[in-house]
């Protein structure tokens, strides 16, 4: 048996031992976005620790377990934590939970993160719905023998971002009075925060946020046929567009100030995904 596909499905069985539980939508909750999981009416907790084999963040932020519950009376897992490329996991293991929640039943995968605006007229503290992703030195997921009880050998890339869940989040936006912006999203390895030149690279691809996070899940999440949306959190501007120096601690405290319309712009989100499932 390929060993990923030997460790993911220990990592099942895991969870199959502790859990009696089938969602139908995943929820990803990126830095200093994990107090949404207590908007959650919470049924069951799983700490990453007691998953065998489970990779555990090392992220400060990040909890660490999974949250199962219901959002609107949508059955949910919620990833409070996140594991990322940059803390030294192989990149079978950062999209590791992404393919679980799939296991677990999980239709939809709501990804969330902080990101560094690179389009100028983005500021801090601004919603960003992702519309496509440029992947950038972070290795693809899908490496290697191609696994396939999750999907194709080379799947299609070309809708990544499902348009159905996009207009959605669109319309709970407007109705919830939130200015959701758009865009195309980069993924980098981290941890170091992006040189401003390296900021200029990404603004002359098109690129309108940016972090460290994301991509490398959505792309093993697209593998095995979920249908997949993202929103960006704007928390701070990235290197060179301002004169601040970036730190950890401002994307959680911006976070922090924006969770009341992320949480709102999530519940509302997911309940009205109902119709999809």
Known sequence: MN??????????????????????????????????ANDIDVVAELDYHDIEGFPVSTVPGHAGKFIFGYVKGVPVVCMK????????YPIS?????ARLM?????????????????NPNFTAGDFMMLKDHISLWAP??????????????????????????????????????????????AQLTGPSFESPAEIRMLHNLGVDAVGMSTVVEAIAANHMGMKICCVSFVSNAAAGLSSNPLTHEEVQEAANIAAPKFRQLVSEAVGNFRQLL
């Open 93 to 97: 293991d950062v999209v590791l939970p």
């Open 102 to 118: 799939k296991l677990m039943g999980a239709k939809i995968l709501f990804l969330t993160n902080a990101s560094g605006g690179v």
């Open 81 to 88: 934590g996140r594991v990322h490329y940059y803390e030294g």
């Open 3 to 36: 060993p990923v596909y030997e460790k993911l499905m220990k990592c099942y069985e895991s969870f199959q031992k502790k859990i009696d539980f089938k969602p139908d939508v995943a929820i990803v909750l990126g830095s200093g976005l994990g107090d949404y």
């Open 140 to 185: 693809n997921p899908l490496i290697g023998a191609n696994i396939d009880e999750l999907g194709v050998r080379f799947p299609d890339m070309s809708h990544v971002y499902d348009e159905d869940l996009q207009e959605i989040l669109q319309k709970t936006a407007k109705d919830c009075n939130i200015d959701l912006k758009e865009g195309v999203y």
